[in-house]
């Protein structure tokens, strides 16, 4: 994929913790995961609105259902992000 330097303002302390965990050349890649998973938050946000309006406000079971698969996503990251030291953008099938 093509890349272009921009500009950015960031807090200082979070950048530079951010750079020593990181380490030299890593800071650029980290943010670019940062904004993806913050454009898939957001896409998401999107589709559950459109689901509510399409199919109504979820039933107390969904919301359980969907919590408990929250809560598995998040160990599957946790021990990922764990062993690898960082997180990708691949998730796990629904089964």
Do not use: C, N
Not at 5 to 11: A, Q
Not at 15 to 22: D, G
Not at 43 to 71: F, H, I, N, Y
């Amino acid at each position: 994929m093509a890349t272009k330097k921009y500009t950015v303002t960031l807090p200082e302390e979070l950048a530079e913790e951010i750079r020593s965990e990181v380490g030299p050349g890593g800071f650029s890649a980290y943010v670019s995961q940062a904004i993806e998973r913050q454009r898939e938050r957001d896409r998401l946000g999107e589709l559950v609105v459109w689901m509510q309006e399409e199919g109504g406000p979820l039933t107390e079971q969904e919301l359980a259902a969907a919590e408990a698969e929250r809560r598995e996503l998040d160990r599957y990251f946790a021990g990922r992000d764990a062993v690898s030291g960082a997180g990708g953008s691949s998730l796990p099938m629904a089964g």
